[in-house]
């Protein structure tokens, strides 16, 4: 009964080697056997054309992977898998190294990689040009803002205010006839097209962050705003002034400006806080309201979507610096922005300490 017993299981075993070694000859990969001393003893037609140095029964695993120490014996008789990623002659593999205990063998499947690594390489070096790129589109865009700010203010706003002067001149002439409501309706007209001129030049153009700082700009910014739309508001800075690029100050004023310009269109609050805080080695900016909220929504690429280009376009800026964008809000609940920027040194001083101002 034993020897039947050791019978059939010697013809199973025959049976199962015979169908693996079909499959195995068919298949466009290499795949190698070998035994548990790592003897190669088998190799189906890929693995010849691939590795024609190899022989069967004479050459051994470490003839490929001779850098790398492999408990052969052990993952056969435990018949443990694993995936083992290697270079071989200019090219790029996940060997799937399965041990086969009652074959007593291991079975080496090569999945190649390589260009799976070449597409990876290019998307990297893609991204880096598209960043590059980005880099530079950012910087355009501020230079002629500033161009068309200086445009603004010194050209169209000077010569709109000349002819408030000079219709301001013909009052003495309403006595002679002039309609006087015409005359205020232009006078009127006059005074918003002024106010709309300087809002948008100062929004091309914010106040020279390099003189005043960032945080003066900030404040200035949301104080108009809390006057302008009678919001509460809470801006928190640290209290030692931030050694940060000139690029890294933009980007923050642009979330912050445009967080403030959807509360104000779009949120219906009544409050909202703005917080800068450092956290280790990165600098964290929280924009938060207690409006209406909503339900953001992202493309498969993890990039915002919204009816309009400004969350795209923080979270484009935000990123571009090596940062990450976030946005927290759900329905009724308000919403808050965040984005988190490395910094490579902080002053631990910096860490402990800030000033709040509340409106």
């Known amino acids: 009964m034993l020897r039947k017993h050791r019978k059939d299981q010697k013809q199973f075993e025959l049976t199962t080697a015979k169908i693996l070694a079909m499959f195995s000859e068919l298949d466009p990969n290499p795949i190698m056997r070998i035994n548990s001393s790592g003897l190669i003893t088998s190799l189906n037609k890929s693995a010849k054309e691939r590795f024609p140095l190899l022989e069967i029964n004479k050459s051994n695993l470490n003839s490929i992977v001779s850098k790398i120490e492999i408990d052969i014996k052990g993952i056969i008789q435990n018949d443990k898998s694993f995936i083992l990623p290697l270079e071989l002659k200019d090219?790029?593999?996940?060997?799937?190294?399965?041990?086969?205990?009652?074959?007593?063998?291991?079975?080496?499947?090569?999945?190649?990689?390589?260009?799976?690594?070449?597409?990876?390489?290019?998307?990297?070096?893609?991204?880096?040009?598209?960043?590059?790129?980005?880099?530079?589109?950012?910087?355009?865009?501020?230079?002629?803002?500033?161009r068309l700010s200086r445009i603004l203010h010194d050209s169209i706003a000077q010569n709109m205010l000349l002819i408030k002067l000079n219709v301001g001149n013909y009052k003495k002439f309403i006595s002679a006839g002039l309609d006087e409501q015409e005359y205020l309706r232009t006078i009127n007209i006059l005074d918003t097209t002024l106010k709309d001129i300087r809002e948008l030049a100062h929004n091309l153009k914010p106040l020279n962050i390099e003189e005043l700082g960032l945080e003066t700009v900030v404040k200035s910014?949301?104080?108009?705003?809390?006057?302008?739309?009678?919001?509460?508001?809470?801006?928190?800075?640290?209290?030692?002034?931030?050694?940060?690029?000139?690029?890294?100050?933009?980007?923050?004023?642009?979330?912050?400006?445009?967080?403030?310009?959807?509360?104000?269109?779009?949120?219906?609050?009544?409050?909202?806080?703005?917080?800068?805080l450092l956290d280790d080695e990165?600098?964290?900016?929280?924009?938060?309201?207690?409006?209406?909220?909503?339900?953001?929504?992202?493309?498969?690429?993890?990039?915002?979507?919204?009816?309009?280009?400004?969350?795209?376009?923080?979270?484009?800026?935000?990123?571009?610096?090596?940062?990450?964008?976030?946005?927290?809000?759900?329905?009724?609940?308000?919403?808050?922005?965040?984005?988190?920027?490395?910094i490579e040194t902080i002053n631990q001083d910096e860490k402990s300490s800030y000033k709040n101002i509340s409106s």
């Open 282 to 342: 990165t600098l964290v900016l929280f924009i938060s309201d207690d409006g209406i909220g909503f339900k953001p929504k992202k493309l498969l690429n993890d990039k915002y979507i919204s009816d309009g280009l400004g969350v795209m376009n923080m979270q484009e800026t935000v990123e571009k610096l090596n940062g990450t964008f976030q946005i927290d809000s759900t329905n009724n609940s308000g919403t808050v922005v965040i984005a988190a920027f490395p």
């Open 221 to 276: 910014m949301c104080n108009n705003v809390a006057r302008e739309a009678g919001f509460k508001y809470q801006l928190q800075f640290p209290e030692h002034q931030l050694s940060i690029s000139k690029e890294l100050e933009v980007c923050i004023f642009r979330v912050i400006q445009e967080s403030l310009n959807n509360i104000i269109r779009h949120a219906k609050a009544t409050s909202f806080n703005i917080n800068l």
């Open 91 to 146: 090219r790029y593999y996940d060997i799937n190294f399965h041990g086969i205990s009652f074959l007593d063998m291991a079975q080496l499947y090569f999945w190649d990689t390589t260009a799976q690594k070449e597409y990876d390489r290019q998307m990297t070096n893609y991204q880096s040009l598209l960043r590059n790129s980005s880099a530079h589109l950012q910087k355009v865009i501020e230079e002629e803002r500033n």
